[in-house]
């Protein structure tokens, strides 16, 4: 008997999982699934985090075993909320393909719990959650600000859009020209088309027809259409 089976013979939680694992895959013990299966089970009731991220990835792959998502999901679930990050973002893809039931408020609290680690592509993920999903400017615009004074450059035009709309009563056109010119000098062509229009007048901001024809070029060689159009008609007249 090794010292991980011994070990795991006296509910060891780490050894359980360990032994789990080679069972699993074969490495050093007979390959045994179902064996591997009651041996997460054990880790994960003495408290073991990955062990029950593991169940999930078996229910949820179904090699060895009948693919069931509703198990997969409960796998996962306990470990989400251990803070496995891995199984929150796996219980999240359950949801959004649509394999298990929605819940709105469980996917929201994973969201947060996933963007309040810091990274950005969770924080974004939390952001287009609350502007497309359920249409709450509000609430997205705080998590986009975060993004954009980061320097994540993907978010500039869509704090732009929300200041020059007015989404959640945010109506500042000095905010999104600011907005719009940092995606234009960071090569966007949208945000040159945006900054272009906005220095054609009537938006608060100061005319400069110029440096408007500057930033539509630049958008148009890049092949933004509305910027080409715009500097057809305006060259017709």
């Not at 509910?11 to 895959?25: E, I, M, R, S, V």
């Not at 947060?112 to 502007?131: P, R, S, T, W």
Request: proline share 1%; net charge positive.
């Amino acid at each position: 008997m090794t010292e991980i089976q011994q070990k795991a013979a006296l509910n060891q939680k780490q050894a359980l999982f360990d032994l789990g694992y080679l069972t699993q895959t074969g490495q050093g013990v007979e390959q045994d699934l179902p064996k591997a299966i009651e041996l997460y089970k054990k880790a994960s009731a003495l408290g073991h985090r990955s062990a029950n991220h593991n169940l999930g990835l078996i229910y949820f792959y179904g090699k060895g075993v009948k693919q069931d998502y509703l198990e997969s999901a409960k796998w996962f679930k306990i470990a989400a909320e251990r803070d496995v990050t891995d199984a929150q973002r796996n219980l999240l893809k359950l949801y959004y393909r649509h394999l298990i039931p929605r819940d709105e408020k469980y996917i929201e609290q994973l969201l947060k719990q996933l963007a309040n680690k810091g990274n950005d592509e969770d924080i974004y993920a939390l952001a287009q959650y609350y502007y497309f999903e359920r249409e709450d400017i509000a609430s997205a615009e705080p998590y986009y600000l975060i993004l954009a004074e980061k320097g994540n450059t993907k978010v500039f035009n869509r704090l732009g859009s929300i200041y020059f709309k007015g989404d959640g009563d945010k109506r500042n056109y000095a905010e999104a020209y600011k907005w719009f010119k940092k995606s234009a000098e960071n090569g966007d062509r949208d945000g040159q088309y945006l900054t272009g229009m906005m220095l054609m007048g009537n938006f608060g901001i100061s005319e400069d027809k110029q440096t408007a024809i500057y930033w539509l070029k630049a958008a148009a060689k890049q092949g933004q259409t509305k910027a080409s159009e715009y500097l057809d008609l305006m060259y017709k007249q």
